[in-house]
């Protein structure tokens, strides 16, 4: 299982207790990642050629793609090299947020199109993006930037005028308006990653009337999705996994 999300950690609960034989891959981009009830690695492959090896050496049968929506590097990696490996692939991948009543929300295709969206000065903005794309909100150095993060940056922070809050969800709806009150946000910056244990900063804008810039989630190559683990289970099921100790997921 390639992991990372709330719902990896809950399929890997559903496998173990299965007795299912697999393995948790995380990407590493946390320092300490959730400790879970299978087997782990932590790192990347490769690429699709390390992948195809990956999964030929460990005789793995299946592969269960439960990234961040926003994986999408290796999402297509495992979409490439699963086909090349012959091992079937589904993923598991939490439904996308909508706007509702209320809802002040900007829709832009990347983290590009987000930048250009905010205001040249004079914005707080809240960047809920994680710290792998913060540097190109450099181009607009007249706004405030709060960060949340899951680990302290490593050096200074890529923007002249920030803060970082060091946390890690779920959110409260409560927590997150006091922490926009606080700082005076003007503007939320998302990636639409879905689920619930990120969306109290949706709700609490609503409350505020603050804009989102909300940005869409990445084209992906077709592949088999599902959006819930007891689909995940089914599909391992039909397949003869979860009654066959000898088959293998990752």
Known sequence: MLGGTTEASVLAEALAARGVEAVFSYAGRTEAPKA???PQRVGGFGGVAGLVEYLREGRFTHVVDATHPFAAQM???AVAACAEAGVPLIALERPAWQPGPGDDWLRVADVAGAVAALPDR???VFLAIGKQTLEPFAAKPGNFYLLRLVDPPEGALPLPDAEAVIARGPFTVEGDV???RVH????VVAKNAGG???EAKLVAARELGVRVVMI???ALPARQVVGEVGAVLDWLGHSGTVSAGTERGV
């Open 216 to 218: 869409d989630r990445p």
């Open 184 to 187: 005076g946000i003007t503007h």
């Open 178 to 180: 006091a922490l926009m």
């Open 122 to 124: 004079g914005a707080r």
């Open 196 to 198: 619930a244990g990120a």
């Open 36 to 38: 879970q009830p299978l």
């Open 75 to 77: 999402s297509r990696n």
